[in-house]
């Protein structure tokens, strides 16, 4: 069947509300978005489209909308600037407008002398005063109050959230004076004889002081370590957790717990009897992560026990309080689903509104549980932090990168905590490209945009914030999701979707906010379909890009290193790709075969790789760094040479790549079909790679070396 065209006041409506009605395909084909998709996501915003009349009195909505406010619920500005704020109030009565800054001064701000005619909104007519902020206000997050003389035109609506941020970020000194060097990895890959089933903080903080102490590297780029549900199944995908401002404590190192050796003698036996039965899987060809963590909640639950003395039981007690209510209802969202089980939208209807009193009375009748998973997040504060020590003490100059996911799962703890800043009946995607020809669906609910402003995007700042403390930088996956996401209609194809719009000036404008506080750098994932514009945005503010060299190439062949962004990190390969030595041998094109994901003959699109492998090889031997018929580790080390000799800020290489592992860790547009994020690290011959064995590497130092330009 043929899609409907939309309406021309169907798609003024679209527009009006950020939503696009057309786009250009990755093959260059211009693209109409479909009625019915439009009706649904606009549905998806709040917005009634279901007659010809409703679109009509939405369209009318849009102008009004903002005089029913006092003020806007949320103003966003670069420091130094000085927008104008359209207070609305009763006609004719009087309006003043203070300044309250964070540091608790107070200052007037001026109004401008503006006439606007005023209008009838309900029955009644509603004037606009106007009033330009000053541009001397320090960066920060502060309150405007607006003050009347009679009753406002709605009540709440005489406070905006103002956040001023800064023009640029600054990067970090080490940055400012050439090139930094570090690793990647997936951490739980990553297996030492003392892991859990899977790689955690301990292994991490060995890694990065080997990576330092040997490597001379700067940083260590690690998977989002965001937190996934308390109860099996527990999501393998780092990139689709319950909430991104919490860990999930499957991470932690149970041994570098204080009290543990406060237990009694019955319970340190059973934790070594807990540690014993899962380290028998750090050999296993599989990560089984519900098994590490039945382990680790059991002997969680025995340390919890003994309770906290002294300055340790002060911390948490400040860290509780630091976190707040965000923190308290997620504990309480993991208490619920380890007493009723997962999804919550199966709980007894009285607990799905984390308002309800009967929420208030569980948490009240289950306050040890509820503290016990405070806790948790607790330790992996103090852990996280002491990784960051270990890597700064070992040499690094930024130590621990992390990464933020795009999304949150649908089921998941900010679908509960958070359904007032998301959108329902949509999930985000993004569209047919070269590597992903049907599209990809990642089942996460996006950011409802005006709802995070009338939150004062208070939602994304608190798990930023979380993201940067004890870190060296952050990686933003997707960051053009900051500008727009792909949102899909529930029911229809990833092919069916289209773009909602952000206003990626206040949310990039705080994640620079937050990380000039945090003295963290900001990498922007910016791969595949980009926006006009949106990278040079990004570099305007400071932000660094992502180039893979596998996709810097033009049809003459690669770019050459010497043309690569400066402000950029820099990697051969990445985890939505094979290892460089499965790239090599098509390890991507016999998985897509296998799983059906190819759109042209298999034969066609091996011939296709083969050429662009055969065209890196001969860009590789015209510079002198590659032998004509050389094998598969003199190629890897020399793409990384080519990375070396590229002015990017920031270089990476992958800890797959150091030791020979062929297999891809993800293949995108993929669930059961492939296993996805439960690949352990691995050799060659595709046995288990222990993090010992990294420790002892050959051909570690070659690539540092090789990357460096050495």
Not at 87 to 103: I, R, Y
Not at 132 to 155: I, K, N
Request: net charge negative; with cysteine; glycine share 8%.
């Amino acid at each position: 069947m043929t899609p409907v065209a939309p309406s021309p006041a169907l798609v003024e409506l679209a527009h009006a509300h950020g939503v696009a009605t057309e786009f250009v395909d990755w093959k260059g084909t211009h693209t109409v978005i479909a009625d019915g998709a439009l009706r649904s996501v606009l549905a998806a915003l709040g917005v009634p489209t279901d007659s010809e009349e409703s679109v009509t009195a939405a369209l009318a909505e849009v102008e009004d909308r903002p005089w029913r406010r006092t003020l806007p619920a949320t103003v966003v500005c670069r420091e130094g600037w000085t927008p104008w704020v359209r207070a609305h109030v009763p006609h004719g009565a009087a309006v003043s407008l203070t300044l309250e800054l964070e540091d608790g001064s107070v200052r007037e701000v001026p109004q401008v002398e503006r006439w606007v005619h005023p209008r009838t909104i309900d029955g009644r007519e509603v004037g606009e005063a106007t009033f330009e902020l000053p541009g001397d206000v320090p960066t920060g997050w502060h309150r405007l109050v607006a003050h009347l003389d009679g009753p406002a035109v709605a009540d709440g609506t005489g406070v905006a959230t103002l956040v001023v941020t800064p023009e640029r970020l600054e990067l970090p000194e080490v940055l400012r004076h050439g090139g930094v060097t570090g690793l990647m990895t997936q951490i739980y890959q990553v297996r030492s004889a003392g892991s859990w089933g899977l790689g955690d903080l301990g292994d991490l903080g060995e890694l990065a002081s080997w990576a330092a102490s040997d490597l001379g590297a700067d940083f260590v780029l690690i998977n989002p370590l965001h937190a996934a549900e308390p109860v099996a199944p527990m999501e393998p995908s780092p990139y689709l957790p319950t909430t991104r401002r919490f860990v999930n404590p499957v991470y932690l190192r149970i041994e570098d717990i204080p009290e543990l050796v406060r237990l009694d003698e019955a319970a340190r036996e059973r934790v070594a009897e807990l540690a014993a039965g899962v380290q028998a899987l750090n050999t296993a060809d599989t990560i089984d992560r519900d098994a590490a963590w039945a382990a680790k909640r059991e002997a969680l639950g025995l340390v919890h026990a003994v309770g906290l003395e002294g300055r340790r039981a002060r911390d948490f007690d400040r860290f509780c309080e630091r976190e707040g209510e965000g923190l308290a209802t997620f504990a309480t969202w993991c208490a619920l689903a380890e007493r009723h089980g997962l999804p919550w939208s199966q709980w007894p209807s009285e607990y799905h509104d984390p308002e309800s009193p009967a929420v208030a009375e569980f948490t009240a009748a289950h306050t040890a549980l509820v503290g016990f998973h405070m806790w948790l997040q607790w330790l992996l504060d103090r852990q996280l932090g002491e990784v960051q020590r270990e890597a700064k003490d070992a040499g690094m100059s930024l130590g621990v990168v992390h990464d933020l996911a795009v999304g949150v799962h649908p089921r998941g703890a900010d679908s509960w905590g958070l359904a007032h800043a998301l959108a329902r009946g949509v999930t985000v995607g993004a569209p047919p490209d070269q590597f992903n020809q049907l599209g990809q669906n990642w089942s996460q609910p996006p950011w409802h945009p005006e709802r995070l402003a009338e939150l004062g995007y208070a939602p994304f700042r608190d798990m930023v914030r979380t993201v940067l403390r004890d870190s060296g930088g952050i990686r933003v996956d997707h960051i053009i999701g900051l500008f727009r996401l792909w949102w899909i209609p529930e029911g229809l194809t990833p092919a069916d979707g289209t773009y909602v719009t952000y206003d990626h000036e206040a949310l990039i404008g705080i994640l620079c906010l937050e990380a000039q506080r945090a003295g963290a750098v900001v990498i922007g994932e910016d791969l595949g379909v980009v926006p006009a514009n949106a990278r040079e945005y990004l570099s305007e503010r400071g932000v660094l890009g992502t180039s893979i060299m596998w996709f810097e190439t033009t049809d003459e062949g690669p770019i050459p290193p010497e043309d690569y962004r400066e402000l950029c990190l820099s990697s051969v390969t990445t985890h939505d790709l094979p290892p460089t030595a499965g790239f090599l041998t098509l390890e991507h094109v016999d998985i897509r075969e296998r799983l059906g994901l190819l759109t042209r003959p298999v034969e066609e699109e091996r011939a296709q790789e083969e050429q662009s492998i055969a065209t890196m090889r001969e860009a590789l031997v015209a510079r002198g760094w590659l032998e004509e018929g050389a094998g598969l580790p003199s190629v890897i080390e020399a793409m990384h040479r080519w990375l070396g000799h590229t002015p990017s800020a920031m270089l990476a290489v992958s800890l797959a790549d150091v030791v020979g592992d062929r297999r891809a860790i993800n293949q995108p547009g993929t669930d059961d079909e492939y296993p996805n994020w439960r690949i352990p690290l691995a050799g060659p011959d595709e046995r288990p790679v222990s993090l010992e064995e990294v420790l002892e590497s050959e051909l570690a130092p070659v690539l540092f070396e090789a990357t460096r330009g050495d």
